[in-house]
């Protein structure tokens, strides 16, 4: 079991002497989206940590409705949002769910933890369509890191893909198809994407590639596309750009234009969906080039205002 003990990082419970890496494997594991493993990974671990320093004789299969409640509790002292908690609930529920058809619990003590009423709009702020042609433009392509810039957010802003789809695009990624250059990858859910690239992104993106090669950065398909241009503390560039460099990258550019409130990089997500239905597109047509298997989760992000002139009363 020493490559599951590597790959996952969980170890042996000394209280009752079950494999907790073997257990977590199962669960994780059974899940196809990397994106589900890595979220399902942390709220976990997070609620072990909690279980370790709070209840220390405790472990997670003697974990109770009142355990999970004070675990609750403490993510919103931590300023966890409604929506966060609500998540983590979820991955607790699931995680229970299975261990009681392992037969390792009773009953399922995160059944009856009330979650929070969500409103169904994603509060994620976007930018209009004049400011996202301003802080494309607001971007010095003279540098590598600007090239990188310009690339990696003219894609997020032509595509609504999200941050882990495009930070973790490879080379081999690139494809043709019917005479359109594409990208392939692995949307939530594991859904298998193809989505040709806008000729802006196109562009930005070859002028990238460019730089990579002058600089003889690693291009074989396994390759990361987007990767830090300098790492000062191991030398290896060949990584993907995690959430929080993202967040930097756009929030420079959009305090360079004058934007301010919380921009991050889901910002450009919604912005994209937000001008595809603006544009008077269909909500099953902007949900299936988004990834959304549910409509009603697109339409959450609607949140621009429906112009007078397009009021339905003046139909009938």
């Known amino acids: 079991m020493n490559s599951l003990q590597t790959f996952s990082g969980f170890s042996l419970d000394r209280l009752t002497k079950h494999d907790r890496n073997k257990l977590y494997y199962g669960f994780i594991h ?20 909690f279980l370790q320093a709070t209840f220390p004789k405790l472990n997670e299969l003697q974990a109770e409705h009142a355990h999970l409640v004070a675990f609750k509790d403490l993510l919103l002292k931590e300023n966890y949002s409604q929506r966060s908690v609500n998540r983590i609930l979820a991955t607790l529920w699931s995680f229970y769910d299975y261990l009681m058809d392992q037969d390792l619990v009773e009953k399922n003590p995160a ?31 003279h540098s590598g890191s600007g090239k990188l810039h310009k690339a990696i957010l003219t894609l997020f802003f032509t595509t609504g893909m999200r941050h882990r789809e495009v930070s973790h695009l490879r080379f081999s990624s690139l494809d ?19 989505t040709p690239l806008n000729p802006k992104a196109l562009t930005a993106l070859g002028d990238y590639l460019r730089w990579c090669e002058s600089q003889n950065y ?8 987007f990767r830090p241009t300098r790492n000062a503390l191991s030398g290896d560039l060949n990584k993907p750009l995690d959430p929080k460099s993202l967040n930097y ?26 001008m595809l239905l603006d544009k008077g597109h269909a909500l099953e047509r902007v949900a299936d080039f988004v990834g959304h298997k549910n409509i009603s989760m697109t339409k959450a992000y609607n949140k621009r205002k429906l112009k007078l002139q397009q009021s339905l009363s003046l139909e009938l």
Do not use: C, W
Not at 30 to 49: G, I, W
Not at 249 to 274: E, F, L, M, P, W
């Open 111 to 141: 059944a009856r933890i009330k979650r929070f009423s969500i409103p169904k709009e994603v509060r994620t702020q976007d930018l209009s369509d004049d400011q996202v042609i301003d802080l494309l433009n607001a971007i010095d392509t």
């Open 218 to 225: 690693s291009m074989s398909p396994h390759d990361y596309i």
């Open 249 to 274: 990258i756009i929030k420079r550019y959009a305090k360079k234009i004058g934007v301010t409130g919380n921009i991050t990089i889901h910002s450009a997500r919604s912005t994209v969906i937000g």
């Open 30 to 49: 059974n899940f196809s989206s990397e994106h589900t493993r890595d979220a399902y990974t942390r709220d976990l671990r997070k609620f072990l940590h």
């Open 176 to 194: 043709e198809e019917n005479g359109f250059s594409v990208i392939r990858y692995q949307a939530k859910g594991a859904q298998e994407m193809v």
